[in-house]
């Protein structure tokens, strides 16, 4: 499948496409036009939300140790777009959570697939959910990790797809771009590298919005360790905004978000999320609103995953892991089985998924290699391995590599994913 990749289209859509020299690892940065840059037919879509709140006092995720909770600020939902072409159906799941790990995803992505659902789910990362991985018990050394609340998170999520099938309608959908807009987003490690990129995708029905598909990288961390109440951070703002003035659900997909993309704000307040979220939703309803698709074709869907095994580095992970405070098994020698995917809305448009959070220059490089005009990338999607951080740049001084599987990591999961590329560019 030959996808277009015209320089004159490639400007004018895809934001900060890294293009590596010959030799070295400098970044060409190309500007973006915000609009509606395309529009696909032929495809169907059902959107749906089912609160995924916890009913009980949790440890909260992200920040520190012993953060209980102790009330709710704003629901945490599981958020669907399920996508129908002929025989082949996708579910595309952001769900407000620091990270759900693939053991605890396996079990759900069978169950759905033997209904011929592919399963996409794509946490957002959000720091003041309940504690799925582990790492933020009462203590060092106590997991944090509660069983009940996984079952009524993944439950959540099944309901979630369920309810968007159900909603299936023939749909036009609507693919444009714009940029982060200043005071949103910075990047603590790299202050000069940040992908302003936002992908989004509206599908309308009879005049009307469904569901609107949004991506791009930043940790939803507005509010900080004094924080106690459950939220879904700046997400819970930007999906209010969305869903306000265009109707329909907003479904969020985070992006390269590692290395650290974190929100500009003043102070860690709650109003900061709205200031961001809401500022972050005017960008893109202004970009939906003002322009109007040049380009029009058939939607055709395809998709392709591999599993790969991740040498696992870290002495931390691996003994937290075998000490049960990571709800997760390592090998001996150490691994981590995990799972790249790539899903093609053909003829435009690729979306990558990776297994946790990629640094910027990393999401830049996945996005060149993903060769379509239209091009998302999603982040700890079946998933939760860390940080994936470039051979180049690693540096265990600091912070993101004591979070990270290993050096390997990065280069091991783009090799998969160019397997996957050549393998549907024969399909």
Same mark, same amino acid.
């Given at each position: 499948m030959e996808f277009p990749r015209s320089r004159s289209e490639s400007v004018q859509f895809i934001l900060n496409a890294a293009r590596l020299r010959a030799g070295n690892k400098a970044l060409k940065v190309e500007r973006v036009r915000s609009c509606v840059a395309y529009r696909l037919h032929g495809v169907e879509v059902g959107v749906s939300k089912v609160p995924v709140t916890p009913n009980k006092?949790?440890?909260? &995720?992200?920040?520190?140790?012993?953060?209980?909770?102790? +009330?709710?600020?704003?629901?945490?939902? @599981?958020?669907? =777009?399920?996508?129908?072409?002929?025989?082949? %159906?996708?579910?595309?799941?952001?769900?407000?959570s620091i990270g759900v790990m693939l053991n605890h995803v396996a079990p759900l992505k069978e169950r759905l697939r033997a209904k011929?659902? *592919?399963?996409?789910?794509? $946490?957002?990362?959000?720091? $003041?959910?309940?504690?799925?991985? +582990?790492?933020w018990g009462p203590e060092p050394g106590v997991s944090g990790f509660d069983e009940e609340y996984m079952e009524l998170l993944l439950s +959540?999520?099944?309901? @979630?797809?369920?309810?968007?099938?159900?909603?299936?309608?023939?749909? %036009?959908?609507? #693919?444009?771009?714009?940029?982060?807009?200043?005071?949103?987003?910075?990047? %603590?490690?790299?202050?000069?590298?940040?992908?302003?990129?936002?992908?989004?995708?509206? &599908?309308?029905?009879?005049?009307? *919005?469904?569901?609107?598909?949004?991506? =791009?990288?930043?940790?939803?961390?507005?509010?900080?360790?004094?924080?106690? #109440?459950?939220?879904?951070? =700046?997400?819970?703002?930007?999906?209010?905004?969305?869903?306000?003035?265009?109707?329909?659900?907003?479904?969020?997909?985070?992006?390269?978000?590692?290395?650290?993309?974190?929100?500009d704000v003043s102070s860690h307040t709650f109003e900061e999320a709205e200031r961001v979220g809401r500022t972050i939703a005017r960008a893109i309803l202004n970009s939906a609103s003002r322009t109007r698709p040049r380009v029009e074709a058939a939607c055709e869907l395809a998709l392709?995953?591999?599993l790969v095994e991740l040498p696992v580095h870290n002495t931390l992970l691996t003994e937290a892991a075998r000490a049960g405070i990571v709800k997760r098994e390592v090998g001996d020698p150490p691994t981590l089985e995990t799972e790249v995917s790539v899903l093609e809305l053909r003829p435009f448009a690729?979306?990558? @998924?990776?297994?946790?959070?990629?640094?910027?220059?990393?999401?830049?490089?996945?996005?060149?290699?993903?060769?379509?005009?239209y091009r998302l990338l999603t982040s700890l999607c079946n998933d939760e391995i860390g940080y994936i951080i470039g051979r180049d740049e690693w540096d265990p001084s600091r912070y993101e590599e004591s979070m990270s599987p290993g050096p390997l990591t990065c280069e091991i999961l783009l090799s998969a994913l160019s397997e996957i590329l050549q393998l549907l560019q024969r399909t």
């Open positions: 006092p949790v440890f909260l &995720a992200g920040l520190g140790y012993g953060r209980l909770s102790e +009330g709710v600020h704003d629901d945490l939902y @599981a958020r669907s =777009f399920v996508l129908c072409e002929g025989s082949k %159906t996708v579910a595309l799941v952001g769900v407000d011929g659902i *592919a399963l996409f789910l794509c $946490s957002t990362h959000d720091h $003041s959910s309940p504690d799925t991985i +582990g790492l +959540g999520v099944e309901e @979630a797809v369920e309810k968007a099938l159900e909603e299936v309608k023939k749909t %036009t959908l609507e #693919l444009g771009s714009t940029a982060l807009p200043c005071g949103a987003a910075k990047n %603590t490690r790299k202050t000069d590298l940040l992908d302003r990129e936002i992908s989004y995708m509206v &599908a309308r029905s009879g005049g009307r *919005a469904l569901g609107t598909l949004v991506n =791009f990288g930043l940790h939803p961390e507005v509010l900080w360790r004094d924080n106690r #109440l459950v939220t879904a951070d =700046f997400v819970h703002y930007l999906c209010l905004e969305l869903e306000r003035e265009l109707g329909g659900i907003a479904v969020f997909l985070n992006g390269a978000l590692g290395g650290m993309v974190t929100p392709a995953s591999k690729r979306l990558a @998924a990776l297994p946790g959070e990629p640094l910027p220059d990393v999401g830049l490089r996945v996005k060149e290699m993903l060769g379509a005009p």
